[in-house]
């Protein structure tokens, strides 16, 4: 696996991969901070505005002491 974030042509195909992409973070319960990087990055990466982790996700930790 690239560390290099992925770019999709489509901001919709960003965005699914994007959700499904934090349900698979969340599955040990936590977001550990090189999956939060990671995350920014692709959501930066596909033009994805500060915020939509979150706003997309309702699965995503609602504050930073989630992420381990």
Known sequence: IK??????????TAESFMRD?????LTDGK???KEMDWLKAVASA????DGWL???S?????SSTNVV
């Open 58 to 62: 309702p699965g995503m930790p609602a």
């Open 54 to 56: 979150r706003h997309a």
């Open 21 to 25: 992409a934090v349900r698979l973070a």
């Open 3 to 12: 560390d290099k974030p992925v770019v999709f042509a489509a901001k919709e």
């Open 31 to 33: 977001i550990h901070p």
């Open 46 to 49: 596909n033009g994805l505005k």
